[in-house]
Antibody, heavy 119, light 108 residues
Framework: QVQLVQSGPEVKKPGASMKISCKTS????????ISWVRQVSGQGLEWLGW????????KYAQDIQGRVTMTTDTSTNTVYVELRSLTSHDTAVYFC????????????WGQGTVVTVSS | EIVLTQSPVTLSLSPGERATLSCRAS??????LVWYQQKPGQAPRLLIY???NRASGTPARFSGSGSGTDFTLTISSLEPEDFALYYC??????????FGQGTRLEMK
């Protein structure tokens, strides 16, 4: 069964960095890569960016470009998202999402990682 | 950036009724429109892709229509498990991929 399994919750202070992981149980995402999406409590979904798990190419949302880095470790089928200079506005649930068959049709979702930024 | 506007924000209906949810794009996105359902404490689940194709496991009471800028998700006869949040998403032009703000379907 194809799964995306994310790392556990994190609590960070303002100004700190976070790095969360997403391990894929299958190489099927090699065709369409992995995106990261976040959801602030009670609010909508925000796309943060995309990474190719084949060659590491990335595209980021303009709002966070400069603070975000997505990477991949092909030896472990794991992708990472690092977000720096955290503020309270970054408090959210972060999802890794994958497409098995069509570009950016997200048929696979990780379980979500809760990130809390608080002093 | 393509902006998606969903309406209504909240829809109050009873089981057995028909639900019609709307998603409007700020510019034409052809049929590159996706619908998701999200229940509390869960990740969103893919329902419809390419505006009108049901994803694997999506019940037949869910249907999608539209092209260009105006799209509709219809639930023909509401079941208790259908009361949830619904999001539309465009995959026509990126970055960024964008989502609508969501429609909450609540039980009257």
């Amino acid at each position: 069964q194809v799964q995306l399994v994310q790392s556990g919750p994190e609590v960070k202070k303002p100004g700190a960095s976070m790095k969360i992981s997403c391990k894929t149980s299958s190489p099927i995402f090699g065709g369409y890569g992995i995106s990261w999406v976040r959801q602030v409590s009670g609010q909508g979904l925000e796309w943060l960016g995309w990474i190719s798990v084949n060659n590491g190419d990335t595209k980021y949302a303009q709002d966070i470009q400069g603070r975000v880095t997505m990477t991949t470790d092909t030896s472990t089928n794991t992708v990472y998202v690092e977000l720096r200079s955290l503020t309270s506005h970054d408090t959210a649930v972060y999802f890794c999402v994958g497409s098995s068959d069509l570009w950016f049709v997200f048929d696979y979702w990780g379980q979500g990682t809760v990130v809390t930024v608080s002093s | 950036e393509i902006v998606l506007t969903q309406s209504p924000v909240t829809l109050s209906l009873s089981p057995g009724e028909r639900a019609t949810l709307s998603c409007r794009a700020s510019e034409s996105i052809s049929n590159y429109l996706v619908w998701y359902q999200q229940k509390p404490g869960q990740a969103p689940r893919l329902l419809i892709y390419d505006a009108s194709n049901r994803a694997s496991g999506t019940p037949a009471r869910f249907s999608g229509s539209g092209s260009g800028t105006d799209f509709t998700l219809t639930i023909s006869s509401l079941e208790p498990e259908d009361f949830a949040l619904y999001y539309c998403q465009q995959c026509y032009n990126w970055p960024p991929i964008t989502f609508g703000q969501g429609t909450r379907l609540e039980m009257k």
